[in-house]
């Protein structure tokens, strides 16, 4: 073990996809698998000390944008549903390294799942969490990874959800660090609403248009901000059944220039840099990225979600108050060597003349000038008097002066 410390560092599990990984490049390269692993561990000897710098990602750290970008190895994200979003989404946390994600989908690949980008033919009848799993240990095998095929939405693989969510972290027994919903229903996306509101999860809720060019993205903390059962959707509350609204012949392409807006903001919320806004509108052909915040409703029908505005409201008022000390306005210049004063060209006197009466108004609200009164300012003083003369009888008099 000493002689390849790349091939036998981490977990059993982990060594076991390197060895593999050396024997495919064996085979392929026509050579000695023990040339292979001698190889390798002399590029790691030689360049142990670069990889990380290697690591195009960390220029995020370099840049000075997140302070700590091998935290992300340490998280745990549990995608629930691996189709347009959902797959495109796990691909690319797969390649920035992600410390553990978890796969939750019951269909089965389709030849009509090839605009993906990710899935590929011959993958074609396999559940979407086996073949997703199959590309994404080629891409990067360091990640763990836990599929389930099933439905969450059954009362059995509810409790299994739950109990996955609760303690299949990173650390067994610890819970998920995100849950990402990339679900195509309301049914499945009200089980992930009350299990995370049950458990006090924080979750992000997904969504992309049927014609691909428009998607939304929500960061729902339990407590502090509105689940899903507390704004449904209009067709929800409308209550028509959502079944209906499928039609066929619709462009469903997914696009991942759409998905990939969701992917970064999950990063940044991850790694704790920048803004992350509760609500993130898109839309790609009004170039519209709407954002807005939703407080959670008191009435919400999820019990849970009232308990969880409870214990939120408990913590905000046992947190200390930060004192707001509010700072006079500096006078600039009040006092100068030079005897230097600012003096009205107005006097007080002129001034009044100049106002109009002040109009009674309710209390807290005030004028910001008056109107003077026209007939008390009228202009009093020579006027000049009309005459019937044309206007050329007028200029020819001022030549002759």
């Known amino acids: 073990m000493g002689r390849f410390p790349l091939l036998c560092s981490g977990s059993v599990e982990q060594c076991r996809r390197r060895v593999e990984g050396c024997s495919r490049i064996s085979h392929l390269a026509g050579l000695d698998f023990r040339v292979t692993l001698y190889y390798l561990a002399l590029q790691y000897r030689q360049g142990k000390g670069e990889r990380e710098e290697n690591f195009r990602l960390m220029a995020l750290k370099r840049m000075g944008i997140v302070k700590d ?88 693989n509810f409790e299994h959800f739950m109990d996955r969510i609760s303690n299949g972290g990173l650390e067994e027994g610890k819970p998920v660090d995100l849950v990402l919903s990339c679900v195509d229903n309301f049914e499945a996306r009200m089980a992930i609403n009350t299990a995370c509101n049950e458990l006090g999860q924080i979750w992000m809720e997904s969504g992309v248009s049927e014609n691909a060019v428009s998607g939304h993205i929500q960061l729902i903390i339990p407590g502090e901000s509105a689940c899903f059962a507390c704004a449904p959707p209009l067709v929800v509350a409308a209550n028509i059944d959502e079944k209906t609204l499928k039609r066929e012949g619709v462009c469903a392409a997914s696009l991942p220039t ?12 991850l790694l704790n840099f920048g803004t992350v806004s509760y609500y993130l509108g898109y839309n790609a052909m009004q170039d519209f990225f709407p954002t807005m915040s939703m ?35 500096e006078i600039v210049h009040e006092d100068n060597d030079w005897g230097i004063e600012l003096v009205s060209e107005i006097s007080e006197e002129e001034l009044k003349a100049a106002s109009g009466p002040v109009p009674e108004l309710p209390e807290g609200i005030s004028v910001a000038y008056t109107i003077p009164d026209k007939e008390e300012n009228l202009i009093t003083g020579e006027t000049v008097t009309e005459s019937e003369e044309s206007l050329e009888e007028l200029m020819a008099k001022m030549r002759n002066m």
Do not use: W
């Open 258 to 269: 759409t998905m990939g807006v969701v992917v970064p903001i999950l990063i940044q919320y």
């Open 69 to 156: 970008y091998e935290k992300i190895r340490t998280f745990t994200v549990a995608v629930v549903g691996v189709g347009g979003v959902g797959s495109v989404t796990a691909e690319m946390l797969t390649r920035c390294g992600i410390g553990k994600l978890l796969l939750f989908d019951y269909d089965k690949v389709e030849l009509a799942n090839m605009n993906r980008l990710f899935f590929q033919p011959h993958q074609a009848g396999l559940s979407k969490v086996q073949a997703a799993e199959h590309t994404l240990r080629d891409i990067n095998p360091d990640v763990q990874f836990e599929v389930h095929n099933y439905n969450i939405t059954t009362l059995d």
């Open 295 to 329: 407080k959670p409703n008191p009435q919400c029908s999820d019990h849970n979600c009232r308990k969880q505005q409870e214990n939120y409201k408990k913590k905000e008022a046992e947190r200390p108050k930060e004192e707001v000390i509010e700072k006079e306005e």
